[in-house]
Nanobody, 125 residues
């Protein structure tokens, strides 16, 4: 399994970024996917998830209305569109598969142990 995140970088508050996650080594279309983030000295948490059926999405309260998750099963990619970024969005962002029943709960965890390196998002003026 390979998960390769990209698209991060330094931005100013209010700006936008789109993160991409290229995947391989598993049948992408069969898995629910999630974006996680981890800020310095904080635990990793899920900010958005998308199901493998009908593309149903879940967005964390902290980013709802600003972040959108989408997927392309043909290209085996999952995206995170981030608008109106805030300083508190600064973190390393990771993608991984998740167990569907855990989406939106404290039990959600990355499914594959061979997760990617993540992509750094830094929001600062």
């Amino acid at each position: 399994v390979q998960l390769v995140e990209s698209g991060g970088g330094p931005v100013q508050p209010g700006e936008s970024l789109t993160l991409s996650c290229d995947t391989s080594g598993f049948i992408f279309s069969r898995y629910d996917m999630s974006w996680f983030r981890q800020a310095p000295e904080k635990e990793r948490g899920s900010v958005a998830a998308i199901s493998n059926v009908a593309g149903k999405t879940w967005i964390a309260d902290s980013v709802r209305g600003r972040f959108t998750i989408s997927r392309d099963d043909e290209d085996k990619r999952v995206y995170l569109q981030m608008n109106r970024l805030k300083s508190e969005d600064t973190a390393v962002y990771y993608c991984n598969a998740v167990a569907g029943l855990t989406i939106g709960t404290p039990r959600v965890r990355p499914w594959f142990s061979s997760g990617g390196r993540g992509t750094q998002v830094t929001v600062s003026s």
